[in-house]
């Protein structure tokens, strides 16, 4: 049987009001960075589950602000000044952790955490440090500006863990784990750098970004100088 014209036409209309909602909302969706986390690498539970949690906290916000939806920022960023310090002593655990006498073969938990952890808290301070273009809500510039001070001060103390360990001992997996990402450091200045430059920025907000600059200029000063020359 077939349908009466009038209800042919209203039904295609209603499938091609819902095919552009749905095409408006992908145009309006926030490209995403790239993935921190290696799909073939298996992590530590509770180094996998805090990790992850923080890496959706930062999205979820991005996305809020995006949008200007503020008690959903509000939570998001909430729940990730929350997760950075949980996170950052579950990848400490497994750095300082003794490896079990006998192992047959040598433990990469410690070296695969601590690159992941510093990758999820590399992509956070990239995306939160752009989100203060054009907003003046200065309860919302603090909030941003809490979960970048974890970040980057959780961060800052787990490099200080690394680079202080022996490069010829227990320090040399981590060379090899992380030499490869020490340009990635020089790029997260250059972002903080353009926004400074390019962003419109509320006096608060400009503050609280020269902060961030510096926290990342001497994590990348770090890196470089641990890691820089490894092969």
Known sequence: MSLPRTRLTRISALFLAGALAVSASLAAAPAQAADPF????ILPARVDASLHRNFDAVNRATVALDDRRWRGARRALRAARLGFPSS?????RQVQAVPPA????ESTAGPDSALAGLNVDQYSITRLAGLFDRLNRRPMIRRIAAVLAKAQT?????????????????GAPYADALADTVPNYTDEVAAIT???ADDHLVPAARRV???????????????????????
């Not at 950052?88 to 400490?92: G, K, M, S």
């Not at 970004?209 to 092969?231: F, I, K, N, P």
Request: glycine share 10%.
């Open 38 to 41: 290696d799909p073939e690498v």
């Open 88 to 92: 950052h002593l579950a990848v400490l």
């Open 102 to 105: 006998g192992g047959e073969e």
């Open 154 to 170: 959780g961060r800052a103390q787990l490099i200080g863990v690394l680079v202080a360990l022996d490069p010829e001992a227990a």
């Open 194 to 196: 353009e926004a400074l």
């Open 209 to 231: 970004l020269q902060t961030v600059l510096t926290r990342s200029t001497q994590a990348e000063a770090q890196m470089t100088a641990a890691y820089g020359g490894a092969d």
